[in-house]
């Protein structure tokens, strides 16, 4: 995966990670292998940050791995000069110092191989077997001599469906766009801008996603110089302006240090200076900026307990800003993050941010999936789990990523996949939401009653009239919060779908994928002739009875009274106003009578083919457990969508309920009626005689 050239306008701030020296590199890859048994010295440093994380590693697959990919790629060079093997190797490198193990690395080494050169993927599987074969794959690019400009979109979604499978694909794919962001430097400020775009749109949040942050924050940092440089420089600026930052948290890292020290607390207590993005954020928040603003103090622990003894002691201690307080250690973030977050305040005002996690919780803070190592390999002998301290060992169908691949099935069209990708990448957090089968649905923050019914129904949610959310009715635009239970409602007539609105409230790529080939489908909505789109209209006697119920001279409109909203089969009248339209009402409406009384001559007008229609009902009946539920349980069952419902205060155990429904065919409506006066405890239905404050 090609690039380019170092950029040193973007230095790394917040890790001690050494940067690769890739003309050394070189010239040690331009020698060739070592004597046998001997690690070539151009892979000497990768060994190295392995062997730290992974000390009984078998180094000789590497070895084996590095050879065959320096012979693949002699005599390739990078734009910058450098010889190609230099990328791979760096790649390589930011893995192992991640902690991925050797089967990651191996696959690291050879991720460009297939792509680039003359070995085959047969070849690969051959010397290294199915799991690197499978790794090198996922990440290999599509040709743009096959796909053309769907070649990027289409090479992603490749990608996406590798890591449905194994996780550790996206884990090389985002190391090697690091470093490709690294050494854009040479490449015309367009593509620069261009290859940014990508990379703050779909793989920073993947690289959130998947808990990498160390990945993630340095290619924000790499992304903000390219894409707002404005920015980036007075950012810059504004930490090298500040001398005194490093001394301000030094001197409250003493003081936490003290405090543990006397409570007997055996804790690690580090400064950790913000990344460029970061500054800038806390720019933006915060105003002018004081010294403990440009980075924040890491405590690490043992055990679980001891962070919340930690927490204990500073704000005891200190006085602890409760607004910046999160746990999520009782409630982990969807990306595996595990960490207590808190701030205190100095006496002259200074904020000084703390974050407590245990060692462990920070190798998967900073490495993400990378961390937890191969998510396939066989349990333990003694059936424990082979998961460090109660880690998940197969991070590789987390809720927001099963979403992913269900919903990129339905979105062939490489354009559709490209922005709904973005889109769902866009969001921000997870929530869990409960089904009534006991099952859970993963969504994002967010998501509606409509994201809801198309993630428990697929397609059959076209039919989804409305839902319950914990118990209560709701409307489909409803905002689920984490822990809700919702039950989408669906018509018994699967022949009704869903309406453009609908895609107001949809969230998800699910939802909004389904929804327009519905609508593209059927564009003059459910079950209806191509020739009679509109709802039911009222045409004057005598005039031509088409459906679209226009009226020649000398009547130019018709319109329903929002008096007594009548719809087919009602007995109809109407009468002339001004401007010549004439107002449709039920013949029993009292303003008909009104009319008569006052002289005015009605005018004869019949109904005009059968479509949908708006009615509103008024149910009365005797209060009790459940019968909002009940009521509209019977009408989603008689195919009605609910437009909007008011309940009244019970008044001596009686309620009145008020719904304003949309029929797909008005002749259903006695029907309607019939199944709500059903309804146990419901004594009277009857259609409104004026609409439903709520309409």
């Known amino acids: 995966m090609s690039a380019e050239a170092t950029n040193p306008s973007v230095p790394s701030r917040r890790r001690g990670r050494p940067r690769i020296d890739l003309r050394r590199l070189g010239r040690a890859a331009l020698l060739g292998p070592t004597a046998r048994g001997r690690l070539p010295d151009a892979i000497g440093h990768v060994a190295d940050a392995h062997r730290a994380h ?26 910058s000069g450098e010889p190609y093997i230099t990328h791979p190797l760096a790649v390589t490198l930011i893995l192992a110092e991640l902690g991925a193990e050797t089967t990651t690395l191996t696959a690291s080494l050879l991720h460009d191989t297939v792509e680039d050169t003359d070995l085959t993927l047969d070849r690969v599987r051959e010397e290294f077997g199915d799991e690197v074969a499978y790794l090198v794959d996922g990440v290999t690019k599509l040709e743009k001599v096959d796909y053309g400009a769907a070649a990027e979109p ?27 962001m690294r050494t854009l430097g040479v490449m015309r400020p367009e593509k620069q801008a261009r290859i940014a775009k990508v990379t703050r749109d779909v793989l920073i949040p993947l690289a959130e996603r998947l808990g990498v942050q160390a990945l993630k924050t340095e290619l924000e940092d790499l992304v903000f110089a390219i894409l707002h440089p404005v920015e980036y420089e007075r950012t810059r600026a504004l930490i090298a302006d500040d001398a005194t930052a490093g001394e301000a948290l030094a001197t409250v890292a003493d003081d ?14 580090l400064v950790r200076p913000r990344h460029f993005v970061s500054v800038h954020r806390v720019s933006l928040k915060r105003g002018e900026l004081r010294g403990t603003d440009f980075g924040r103090l890491l405590v690490l622990v043992g055990e679980d307990a001891d962070c919340y003894a930690v927490l204990g002691e500073l704000h005891t201690c200190f006085t602890p800003v409760t607004s910046e307080f999160k746990d999520f250690i009782a409630a982990p973030k969807f990306n595996l993050y595990q960490s207590l977050h808190t701030a205190v305040a100095a006496p002259d005002g200074a904020v000084a941010e703390i974050l407590i996690r245990t060692h462990q919780m920070h190798k998967v803070a900073e490495a993400g999936v990378v961390a937890l190592g191969n998510p396939y390999a066989a349990a333990p002998a003694d059936g424990s789990d082979p998961a460090e301290d109660g880690e998940r060992a197969d991070p590789t169908r987390p809720g927001w990523l099963s979403r992913l691949l269900d919903w990129q099935q339905s979105a062939p069209d490489p354009d559709t996949f490209w922005t709904s990708l973005r889109a769902d990448l866009a969001q921000d957090g997870e929530i869990t939401v409960f089904v009534p089968d006991g099952g859970t649905l993963a969504l994002p923050a967010g998501a509606t009653c409509v994201d809801a019914a198309y993630g428990q129904y697929g397609t059959t949610a076209h039919a989804c009239v409305g839902a319950r959310v ?134 004869p007008v ?29 009408i989603a069952t008689a195919g009605a969508a609910i437009v909007s419902a008011t309940v009244e205060p019970p008044s001596e155990q009686r309620v009145r309920h008020t719904y304003t429904l949309q029929l797909p065919d008005a002749t259903g409506l006695p029907a309607l009626m019939r199944a709500m006066r059903d309804v146990r405890g419901v004594y009277d239905v009857s259609r409104a005689q004026h609409p439903a404050g709520a309409h």
């Not at 936490?256 to 207590?269: D, P």
């Open 256 to 269: 936490v240090r003290t405090v543990l020290r006397e409570a007997g607390i055996t804790a690690e207590v």
């Open 154 to 180: 289409e090479t992603f979604r490749k990608m996406l469906v590798a890591t449905g499978n194994d996780v550790r694909v996206m884990s090389i794919k985002l190391a090697d766009r690091l470093h490709n």
């Open 54 to 79: 992974h000390p009984d590693a078998d180094l000789a697959v590497l070895r084996r791995a590095y050879e065959l990919a320096e012979s693949s790629h002699r005599g390739q060079f990078r734009k």
């Open 470 to 603: 914990n118990g209560r009715l709701a409307t489909l635009g409803t905002v689920l919060r984490d822990g809700d239970t919702v039950q989408p409602l669906l018509a018994a007539d699967s022949g009704s779908g869903p309406s453009p609105d609908w895609l107001e409230h949809a969230r998800t790529p699910t939802a909004r994928i389904a929804i327009n080939h519905w609508l593209a489908a059927h564009p003059h909505g459910p079950d209806t002739p191509a020739a009679d789109p509109r709802p039911p209209s009222a045409v004057v006697a005598g005039r031509q009875p088409t459906a679209n119920a226009v009226v020649d001279a000398p009547h130019t409109g018709v319109r329903l009274a929002g008096c007594c909203t009548p719809v087919p089969p009602d007995t109809i009248t109407g009468f002339a106003v001004r401007g010549g339209a004439v107002t449709v009402h039920r013949a029993e409406c009292h303003a008909v009578h009104r009319m008569r009384n006052l002289g005015r001559q009605p005018v």
């Open 606 to 634: 019949r109904w005009s083919g059968p479509a949908q229609c708006r009615v509103t009902l008024v149910a009365e009946a005797f209060g009790r457990p459940r019968l909002l539920a009940d009521l509209t349980e019977a």
